[in-house]
């Protein structure tokens, strides 16, 4: 389908962020969820978390910038038919990035069902 409008998509993904259970979203720590319409380096890329997963931070964590989750608009856009299935498919991509915040790797991820 063609790419939502990004005020559109940004509610969408407001939406997500507001289903995640309270108790994990209090859990979230120094992240920033952001909306980008493509990554540059792998434009069919959905979601993308950089930064250091709760288990990998140590004592010289402090002071360090937020972790990004980033959101490709255009890219979800480009393989869902409806605004139906890019809010769904928006859910999944919050879900598997937030997922890396806590240290859970693809494997893991796939084999919960979240590809």
């Known amino acids: 389908m063609r790419a939502l409008p990004p005020d559109r998509f ?3 993904v407001a ?3 507001d289903e ?3 108790q994990l979203m ?3 720590d120094n992240v920033v969820v952001l909306v980008e319409d493509r990554n540059p380096d ?3 890329l959905l979601g993308l ?3 250091y997963a709760l288990t990998e931070r140590g004592a010289d964590y402090g002071g360090s910038l937020p972790d990004r989750i980033m959101i490709y ?3 979800i856009c480009d393989v869902c038919d409806d605004e139906e299935q890019v809010a769904e498919e928006v859910a999944i991509t919050v879900v598997h990035e937030i997922a890396h915040h806590f240290g859970i790797e693809e494997e893991k991820l796939h084999a919960l069902g979240w590809g």
Do not use: T
């Open 10 to 12: 940004e509610e969408l």
């Open 15 to 17: 939406d997500a962020l």
């Open 20 to 22: 995640v259970p309270e």
């Open 26 to 28: 209090a859990l979230l």
């Open 42 to 44: 792998e434009p069919d």
């Open 49 to 51: 978390y950089e930064g």
């Open 73 to 75: 608009r255009e890219a």
